[in-house]
């Protein structure tokens, strides 16, 4: 990297446990945003992932991503992202 340290997510700033809880709210949002019908812990999962994919899609776009709003809804928008390539591999059965 830039010889900065990084924390979670690779955000200067958000420690894992932070990390945990916007991957929770960031996958909450998501399953309202798609109308899923998920639990908690696929929700921290999704948000955690999401959190992975918003950042890296913001990092390619020269979007700054850092602290805890902007954090949120990058993960929020990779786990929508993601829940919406699941639902389209996996069906209607989901």
């Known amino acids: 990297m830039d010889g900065q340290v990084y924390g979670a997510m690779g955000q200067p700033g958000v420690g ?6 916007i991957g929770a ?3 909450w949002l998501a399953e309202r945003f798609t109308a899923a019908n998920m639990g908690l812990i696929a929700n921290i999962v999704m948000g955690i992932l999401g959190g992975l994919l918003g950042n890296y899609l913001a990092h390619k776009l020269h979007i700054p991503v850092f602290g ?15 829940i919406t390539i699941y ?6 059965r989901y």
């Open 68 to 82: 805890f709003w902007r954090n949120l809804i990058s993960a929020t928008a990779g786990a929508v992202i993601l």
């Open 87 to 92: 639902r389209a591999i996996a069906g209607r």
């Open 25 to 27: 709210l960031a996958g």
């Open 16 to 21: 894992f446990l932070m990390a945990i809880v």
